[in-house]
T-cell receptor, first 114, second 117 residues
Framework: AQSVTQPDIHITVSEGASLELRCNYSYGATPYLFWYVQSPGQGLQLLLK??????LVQGIKGFEAEFKRSQSSFNLRKPSVHWSDAAEYFC????????????FGKGTRLSVIA | NAGVTQTPKFRVLKTGQSMTLLCAQD?????MYWYRQDPGMGLRLIHYSVGEGTTAKGEVPDGYNVSRLKKQNFLLGLESAAPSQTSVYFC????????????????FGPGTRLTVL
């Protein structure tokens, strides 16, 4: 079965600074991977996903993520954070074949300070 | 398209009361899911369905029942609510995976905030 770890529970960055949120997965085959964002009081919204091909994936709101098989990681990045990026971010991993649902990490809460 | 909708948005129950949460999707998705979200616990899967008339248990199924009588609806029931079921409940839906992936992108509803006193 697949699993995902988000090592950082809470990160604070200054507005305009760069951001990297970490995600490590465990799965025996090539995974497919997602990042979701949850603004306060809202449901989850898809930022980006990786199924195959180019390991650098572009998403909405200026986010990107890079799949690194050797490190079992799928870290989310943004070059310049805006105050509106303050939210909770979830990484998820899916399996190939069968009916297995996605497995979500516990989330990283991002705070943005002026 | 409304996407995924959840009814109600808020609810307060007393211990022992029952209620049903309704999830509806208009995207013709085969799969539907119920999660609960608690501080520090992330999203935990309660039950899910891979098609009309079929359901399966997730990570935390105890105390909940589900039904999928119509493809577009997925109901979550609490027969005898307990304070431990105070949580925010999210419904999601997705297509069956195309080709190899077992499931495609999940689309989430706005959530139902449930308090059990």
């Amino acid at each position: 079965a697949q699993s995902v770890t988000q090592p950082d529970i809470h990160i604070t960055v200054s507005e305009g600074a760069s951001l990297e949120l970490r995600c490590n997965y465990s799965y025996g085959a090539t995974p497919y991977l997602f990042w979701y964002v949850q603004s306060p009081g809202q449901g989850l919204q898809l930022l980006l996903k990786y199924f195959s091909g180019d390991t650098l994936v572009q998403g909405i709101k200026g986010f990107e993520a890079e799949f690194k098989r050797s490190q079992s990681s799928f870290n989310l990045r943004k070059p310049s954070v805006h105050w509106s990026d303050a939210a909770e971010y979830f990484c998820a991993v899916g399996a190939w074949g069968g009916n297995t649902p996605l497995v979500f990490g516990k989330g990283t809460r991002l705070s943005v300070i002026a | 398209n409304a996407g995924v909708t959840q009814t109600p948005k808020f609810r307060v129950l007393k211990t022992g009361q029952s209620m049903t949460l309704l999830c509806a999707q208009d995207m013709n998705h085969e799969y539907m899911y119920w999660y609960r979200q608690d501080p520090g616990m992330g999203l935990r899967l309660i039950h899910y369905s891979v098609g009309e008339g079929t359901t399966a248990k997730g990570e935390v199924p105890d105390g909940y029942n589900v039904s999928r009588l119509k493809k577009q609806n997925f109901l979550l029931g609490l027969e005898s609510a307990a304070p431990s079921q105070t949580s925010v409940y999210f419904c999601a839906s997705s297509f069956r995976g195309r080709g190899q992936p077992s499931t495609d992108t999940q689309y989430f509803g706005p959530g139902t905030r449930l308090t059990v006193l």
